[in-house]
């Protein structure tokens, strides 16, 4: 969940503000930690600098010295603490006994406590808490066996478990930065007379979009014009030199569309509230590529006896909905598990099952390791994700790539709108294949998902102001709120409670609407809001009766349906444009998703960084 950026450069432009260039890359990454942040150059003399600090970039910018930092090679890291709180001294990069090599690290180091007593029984001094440092010890020790700093490098790898992106630094080998990895993501970007490696394509995309994503059990290096790459076998701690297997790649180099444009917040004070307001073009280029793999996918649906989801945090609320749509619409009978849980479920799958993985980085460890599981018992997986070439697509038997552009806020938005688009699309096509819909209803649900992105717009222009007003009159002092709804809705309004609680802070939860009855009521006193996601003609009535509730419970009760209905006792309702029931929910978490931003910006938080969150969440 940490980010780290490495650069090797040519150019003297590029040297001499290579720690200028490092900041860039660094916020560019920020999104996937801030709990502390630093670098390391080799510098024009060849020395090995190491600056570093607990914080958030921009507020150890000048401590750090960004602006002063020079040289041909460098790496940068932010973290997102998982061994060793925040601190100076946990913070990255970490170095050996003479601060000659430096490494960060993204993932965790399983063995690390024994590797560490191992390194200390050597006479080795560590500096941190950290499972990192062993990595730049390790180096440092065969290294003195009588191994060259690449050999080393590769050896330390070879004894490690655990997920890692991992790249170091040596002054005994100046021109290179050495990678590995295994399940966390590592990406290299061929630029201008640099070469650049990087948790993410979007740390590197101001100077490069050309890109080559390295898989699990890869090491190698790269120089400012040449790249290496070998696979690398496991060995124990000795001073033999480990197994590996050199790895051809240029078939694997690849141009990708997203443009420095689209990475950038492009006027809006946050990427979340731009990422809101892109909604309506990420659902139009989602519908209009929905070709690719799609044939393969309803090939592999057509014949299952069950459809599973695995997804964690909104990508599974993505697949509740699209687990409703496919028992409904695509006439399989379908559960949509969170990813963490799967391995309980696991046992239940066979190859007659078809695993729906849905995760926009598709890199998030739990939904992973579920896709893993699931191909074990034989079970077809296919990948519903937004960044081509990651992990769970790769290992998936067919990928099919929403189109929403990098998402770089924390909170998932135009990600959440096209997954439930997708998983539409699928099923409504399934649906025709095996008659469990007719011709009629799926025309008219494809017509409405190609007029989604202007409901879409119209629900921006219209509710843009209004909910700004809302989120201070109503929410200005509460700290807990409920979201209810029935089947449909349930999913927005689990939706709209994850984007409240993340980013705003607030103690929000969704429950069924009927099941608040059963013990949440208890809490609802004067003032209480009470939000309810209302989409279809089958739940008006219910949800109707449960306002009355609320609201005889003094509630402030705000309702989300669309056009037409009436829901004359709730406080305050937020029209949506009407189309199908399946195809609402992409419009009504719209206005949930600008309600929690609000709330948040009111609360003087920033919706980008929420605390103790990561965008791509790779620790279990
Ligand atoms: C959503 O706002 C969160 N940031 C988080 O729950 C996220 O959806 C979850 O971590 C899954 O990520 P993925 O889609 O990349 O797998």
């Known amino acids: 969940m940490c980010g780290i950026i490495g650069i090797v450069a040519l150019s003297s432009a590029l040297k001499e503000s290579l720690g200028m260039v490092l900041y860039r890359c660094l916020k560019n990454l920020e999104y996937r930690g801030y709990d502390s942040v630093g670098y390391a150059v080799i510098d024009n003399s060849g020395k090995l600098i190491v600056r570093k600090s607990k914080g958030k970039i921009d507020d150890v910018y000048t401590k750090l010295g960004f602006n002063k930092a020079s040289g041909s090679i460098g790496i940068g890291h932010t973290r997102w603490a998982t061994h060793g709180r925040p601190s100076d001294e946990n913070a ?42 062993v990595v730049p010890h390790l180096i440092e020790e065969f290294k003195k066996l009588g191994m060259d700093s690449y050999t080393a490098f590769k050896k330390a790898i070879s004894v490690l478990r655990g997920t890692f992106a991992i790249i170091a630094i040596d002054i005994d080998a100046p021109d290179r930065i050495f990678f590995a990895k295994n399940t966390s993501p590592l990406v290299i970007g061929f630029g201008d007379k640099a070469m650049f490696i990087a948790s993410d394509i979007p ?37 033999t030199p480990p197994r590996t297997k050199p790895v051809s790649y ?51 649906l057509r014949k299952a006896e069950k459809v599973v989801f695995v997804a964690a945090g909104s990508s599974y609320h993505a697949a509740f909905i699209g687990r409703l749509a496919m028992i409904n619409l695509g006439g399989v009978w379908s559960d949509a598990i969170v990813s963490s849980e799967a391995r309980w479920y696991v046992s239940g799958l066979s190859d007659r099952d078809v695993v ?41 038997d067919v990928a099919i790539y929403t189109r929403a552009g990098p ?12 997954q439930i688009a997708t998983l539409l699309y699928l099923s409504v096509r399934l649906g025709l294949v095996k008659r469990a819909i007719g011709e009629e209803e799926a025309n008219t649900i494809i017509q409405d998902l190609t007029r989604i992105p202007k409901a879409v717009e119209r629900v921006l222009e219209r509710y843009g102001n209004a909910v700004k007003s809302l989120a201070s009159k109503v929410f200005e002092k509460i700290s807990s709120c409920y979201y209810l709804g029935r089947g449909l809705g349930l999913g927005v309004a689990m939706e709209g409670a994850l984007k409240m609680k993340e980013i705003a ?13 059963h013990g949440p009521i208890a809490l609802v006193e004067k003032g209480f809001p009470v939000i309810f996601v209302s989409l279809g ?8 009766s449960n306002i009355e509730e609320m609201k005889s419970r003094d509630a402030i009760t705000i309702a989300i349906t669309p056009k037409g ?26 206005p949930l998703q600008l309600l929690a931003y609000y709330v948040a910006v009111n609360r003087g938080y920033d919706p980008d960084k929420p605390r103790n969150l990561a965008k791509t969440v790779t620790v279990v």
Request: hydrophobic fraction near 40%; charge should be negative.
């Open 565 to 590: 209905f009436e829901f004359k006792s709730a406080d305050h309702v937020i029209r949506v444009p009407r189309v199908h029931p399946y195809v609402l929910p992409i419009a009504a978490i719209v």
């Open 250 to 300: 240029d078939h694997r180099v690849r141009v990708i569309a997203w443009s420095r444009e689209e990475a950038s917040k492009g006027g809006y004070p946050h990427y979340m509230l731009k990422e809101i307001y892109e909604q309506p073009q990420a659902l139009a280029q989602t519908i209009a590529g929905l070709r690719e793999g799609v044939d393969e996918a309803i090939e592999l």
């Open 537 to 544: 003609e089958i739940d008006r009535e219910l949800i109707e």
């Open 356 to 396: 729906i993985a849905v995760s926009q980085s598709g890199e998030t460890i739990d939904t992973l390791l579920a896709v893993r599981e699931a191909k074990k018992v034989g079970a077809r997986v296919i990948a519903i994700s937004n960044v081509v070439d990651s992990a769970i697509p790769r290992e998936s």
């Open 203 to 239: 740390a590197f995309l101001d100077f490069t979009n050309r890109v080559l994503v390295l898989y699990d059990g890869e090491v190698g290096y790269i120089t400012a014009n040449q790249v290496f790459i070998e696979s690398v076998e496991q060995s124990a701690l000795d001073n």
């Open 92 to 133: 990255h990069p970490h170095t050996d006994c003479y601060g000659l090599i430096a490494v960060v690290h993204n993932g965790i180091i399983e063995n690390f406590r024994e590797l560490r007593e191992w390194l200390e029984s050597r006479g080795h001094v560590f500096k941190s808490e950290t499972d990192t440092e």
């Open 505 to 517: 802070y607030v103690h929000a939860e969704a429950y069924p609407a009927g099941e608040s009855k």
């Open 407 to 418: 998402e770089i806020s924390v909170a998932a938005t135009k990600t959440f709108t096209t």
